[in-house]
């Protein structure tokens, strides 16, 4: 079978030429006469691999020196608890909640911090980005958590318009859209993002986190320490190799495309695509505000379940998959990440044409 | 460059077939026109090799039904604090130091409980296990810890010399020798090991842990309960999927090969080529007790520090690569997991008669 359009929400899509180089590396990397699966992770090899991904990184984000980069494992439910127990010194938090993750995010952290819901939008099943001034900050919280893009409903908050106050570190979940979009790194105290969408296969969580944020924490579990992988540069213990490899191979992609803000014009364009055609059409209808429309995942619906569904399935048989919404959303959602080439965003507005014109 | 003998110890060699098969499906995975890499957790594509890398590790290790099978992230360092986190009742541990993991593993669970060494090899840098009695366990704690092969020092722990008590659960850092020889799960509370020595690519920790020992732990970061990740089957979040499919292909490797008791027994062979030639040597020596020997990790040295250099590097030349032994302990170690073929521990036998008739 050909290679199918992928429009999963995570573990997600993935250059074909870096797959490729991938297999092509498998059993031997470089003339090294085994695969980067194989190697100590301190050897010469996997050294140079390890400090060139995070090099690659720095580049094509923009990231100032007095940041490091962090691979860690356990994706961002890992980091819904790090943050607090690394960041906690007044034992307050605020949290920005526009969607699913960040709710979860202020869940975890209600273990170990009292957490201030700034703001919400719960109310309209997510479907929008709360507006907050500073006023409605707390200058005494230890940080305040957002979430710059919203995997499950669609919504994105873009850097101009993230309102923070100067000396309460801002921390962002940006698993869904790093790398997908300019943010100002030197605003950010730290930012993480698992990287099965945008990245490298799941497995591997990148940190950046402002140096000065960086304290000795003792009681808590070592692995749960940012200061023990950033003293030891991700090589505290034995990291994920291989997902490390397979993101600085994603990096490179990344800055051969021309970098972050070249990417985001393709992507701007994608969306443009899809969201146009959503709009024009009679059958089917975006479910967010449109200032607030995600540019990495789309969602959309007939307000026909068995509609839905057909398209779904029909959709998949033409090489379209993994349309599906999230279970609690429901209709379709097209996942179009970095690596979702724009004859796939084409092939599915084709689709949907065609499907609309059968079914109306 | 052909692929070359690699004895590192760990991330460490794997399955030339293994490898193989991972690069012919790394664009398309039977017909899915998709990476493993690239699948969503929640798809049926994904479940299925999630619960046949699991039902295969059950069959060749004999796992009873009233265990699970979790796959996690963190490596054993995460276990070091999961295990006192989720076992701790009355506050008490007992701890087997026979080598660097097993006294990590303690020095980490004394942020959580009382450590009880029950004994320990450091007196004569680990070069032995230390045999113990009943009389020396504590009744009332809440586990006993053992490491079961010692990979810096090259020792191990055979199942039929393992002393416990019936009402205290045995818990096992089994990284450096999971299946390689046969170890009977039923008499243990908790096995853990990281893959990247004889399961897979670093990335994903196996944790096979009896039922009963799984509870609610409400006070600790939800991503470091057992009973989180047992009730959602190892997909509470995103796992690392492609580490777990590739760990089910090398399940599968020895399942062909005849399962672990088959490989046991050319494991023993290949350690027996290694250690018959150092016993005959005149110029190598074994570091430890003969009886305590692992069949993972063969220490050996000259005693002649320019020497061991020497061979290092010239073996590294002659394609088999990574003998340098752990910065501690110096001289060199042949790590011959699993995957390493006889005809590795053959050729490096030879280079080591070829050395010692030109060096002595």
Not at 77 to 87: E, Y
Not at 259 to 271: C, D, L, S, Y
């Amino acid at each position: 079978m050909a290679r199918v359009f992928n429009f999963s929400a995570g573990p997600s899509t993935l250059p074909e030429e870096v797959l490729k180089q991938a297999a092509e590396e498998m059993l031997d990397y470089k003339g090294s006469g085994m695969s980067v699966m194989e190697m100590s992770h301190r050897s010469s090899w996997y050294d140079e691999i390890h400090k060139k991904a995070a090099e690659t990184l720095r580049e094509i984000m923009n990231i100032p020196d007095n940041y490091k980069v962090l691979f860690l494992q356990g994706g961002a439910h890992m980091q819904f608890a790090m943050v607090p127990l690394n960041l906690k010194k007044n034992g307050r938090a605020d949290y920005l909640v526009a969607g699913q993750w960040g709710k979860k995010a202020a869940g975890e952290a209600r273990k170990f911090v009292s957490v201030n819901v700034v703001a919400s939008s719960e109310d309209k099943t997510f479907s929008y980005v709360p507006k907050i001034d500073k006023s409605m900050l707390d200058p005494n919280a230890d940080y305040f958590h957002i979430t710059t893009n919203n995997t499950v409903y669609g919504t994105r908050l873009r850097d101009k318009d993230i309102v923070c106050l100067d000396n309460v570190p801002l921390v962002a979940d940006m698993s869904s859209n790093i790398l997908s979009e300019v943010y100002d790194v030197s605003r950010f105290g730290i930012i993480y993002a698992g990287a099965q969408k945008n990245m490298g296969p799941a497995g591997v969580t990148i940190v950046i986190i402002r140096e000065d944020l960086i304290k000795e924490v003792e009681d808590i579990p070592t692995m749960l320490q940012y200061k023990i992988h950033a003293d030891k540069d991700s090589l505290y213990n034995t990291p994920p190799c291989y997902s490390i490899y397979m993101c600085g191979l994603v990096f490179e992609w990344i800055k051969k495309k021309g970098g972050v803000a070249a990417i985001q014009k393709i992507n701007e364009e994608k969306a443009k695509l899809l969201y146009d055609y959503i709009d024009s059409s009679n059958l089917f209808k975006g479910t967010v505000e449109k200032y607030d429309r995600s540019i990495m995942n789309v969602n959309f619906k007939t307000g026909n379940e068995e509609l839905d569904k057909k398209f779904i399935k029909e959709a998949a048989e033409n090489g379209l998959v993994n349309l599906k919404g999230y279970r609690t959303v429901g209709g379709m959602r097209a996942s179009i990440y970095n690596a979702m080439p724009v004859e796939g965003v084409k092939a599915l507005v084709e689709f949907m044409k065609e499907f609309e014109s059968r079914n109306s």
